[in-house]
């Protein structure tokens, strides 16, 4: 039972490049999400789906995607990479709307 | 929006202290999360609290609905309890979002 993985671990684009990070949970959560971290900063709500084909905006979507064709995997999406996308990325998922978020060991993204 | 508030910011204490780390938030919510993140690590769901007190080993959580308010308690702290702690509250209703706090880091020196 792997919980939440998230590929890649480190990735360095170059501004207008694109890229997709992939989460993936083995736990049949209905509900997954994105979230950012910066420094000095709270964790930030990018996109969430509350199921399979169904996705939302959360606190900061501008310059993200989101996809989730399949319940186990939620996908992020960078069409043109900035530098102030320069960030750490999580992914969690949970069963329900009030209950534990688990997390996925987050994706370091730097953009130059 | 939910407001979070966290303090301390830094928190560095010698082993076997007891330590507090405090939340505060300004609108009703449904729930109250507490996370720990390991320095480059990920991130670990330690209570969820919608009243009273939770108690898991050295960790003891509780929250005031009526002052908007919770603490975390570690007992007999250690080392390994080094970390960043990460108040996150959830409003009511139909709102699946967490609203996280900044979080406060704890160094725990031997």
């Known amino acids: 039972n792997a919980g939440v993985t998230q590929t890649p671990k480190f990735r360095v684009l170059k501004t207008g490049q694109s890229m997709t990070l992939l989460c993936a949970q083995d736990?049949?959560?209905?509900?997954m999400y994105w979230y950012r971290q910066d420094p000095g900063m709270g964790l930030r709500l990018i996109h969430y789906s509350v199921g399979e084909g169904t996705t939302a905006k959360g606190e900061v979507p501008d310059g993200y995607n989101v996809s989730r064709l399949k319940k186990q995997n939620f996908l992020l999406g960078l069409e043109s990479a900035a530098p102030s996308q320069t960030s750490v990325y999580f992914c969690?998922?949970?069963?329900?709307?009030?209950?534990?978020?688990?997390f996925g060991p987050g994706t370091r993204l730097l953009v130059l | 929006k939910n407001e979070v508030e966290q303090s301390p910011q830094n928190l560095t204490a010698q082993e076997g202290e007891f330590i507090t780390i405090n939340c505060s938030y300004s609108?009703?919510?449904?729930?109250l999360h507490w996370l720990q993140q390991h320095p480059g690590g990920g991130i670990v769901s330690l209570f969820m609290l919608s009243s009273g007190k939770k108690k898991h080993g050295r960790l003891i959580a509780t929250i005031n609905i009526q002052e908007k308010h919770s603490s975390l308690h570690i007992t007999a702290s250690h080392p390994r309890d080094s970390a960043v702690y990460i108040c996150?509250?959830?409003?009511?209703?139909?709102?699946?979002?967490?609203?996280f706090g900044k979080g406060t880091l704890l160094t725990v020196n031997p």
């Open positions: 996150a509250v959830r409003g009511g209703g139909s709102n699946y979002k967490l609203t």
């Open positions: 609108v009703g919510i449904s729930a």
């Open positions: 969690a998922s949970g069963l329900d709307t009030i209950g534990t978020q688990y």
């Open positions: 736990m049949n959560h209905e509900y």
